[in-house]
């Protein structure tokens, strides 16, 4: 493009900056939000597993559940490890655009927002997969937690050799005599 055909494009580029700039903080926030729930997620998955330690439960399912809270913790600690969205160097733009014509600049920052919109989406994309992740383990981990704890607890009321039956409690077997 010529510098002319760039001037007359001017208010078009300044449009499509204000529009790539909006949607880089539209995405920012949505990353922040990730981060947020994935914090919820590893609080979540931490008390749980705390909660389960503190009674008895079935081994196997129990693991199994414990497993599900680790990976869930896991996972959702390195949403926090990626990489840090990409923003404009400040000191870039002014060294290396501070003496173009309007048009100039305005076209070289939407395509540096461009490619760093792009880059942070895979970012994005990446964290959400994550979290994703860490929300299913969380599910299967409550759910094995649950049947663990009704595993061992159901084997408690029951006679030994009598499936099914409760177990008499002290006071009934003191009434029948």
């Given amino acids: 493009m010529t510098p002319q055909e760039l001037q007359e494009r001017e ?7 204000s529009e790539i ?6 995405q920012s926030e949505a990353g922040s939000k990730v981060d947020t729930k994935a914090v919820f997620v590893v609080g979540f998955a931490a008390t749980a597993a705390q909660f389960l330690a503190a009674r008895p439960f079935e081994p196997h399912t129990g ?4 497993v599900a809270y680790g990976l869930a913790t896991v996972v959702g600690i390195s ?6 969205y990409e923003d404009i160097d400040p000191r ?4 290396n655009h501070g003496r173009e014509e309007k048009s100039t600049t305005l076209m070289a920052l939407a395509a540096t927002r461009v490619t760093m919109f792009e880059k942070n989406l895979k970012v994005h994309r990446r964290k959400t997969q994550r979290w994703t992740i860490s929300l299913a383990a969380i599910a299967v981990g409550i759910c094995l937690s649950t049947v663990s704890i009704v595993l061992h ?3 408690h009321d029951r006679e030994p050799g009598k499936p099914g039956k409760p177990a008499p ?6 009434q029948s005599h």
Avoid: P, Q, W, Y
């Fill in 11 to 17: 208010s078009n580029l300044e449009l499509i900056n």
């Fill in 21 to 26: 700039a909006s949607r880089m903080a539209r």
């Fill in 63 to 66: 693991t199994a559940a414990f």
């Fill in 79 to 84: 949403i926090f490890s990626l990489a840090k």
């Fill in 92 to 95: 870039g733009v002014l060294d």
């Fill in 153 to 155: 607890t159901g084997a």
């Fill in 169 to 174: 409690s002290a006071s009934s077997a003191a």
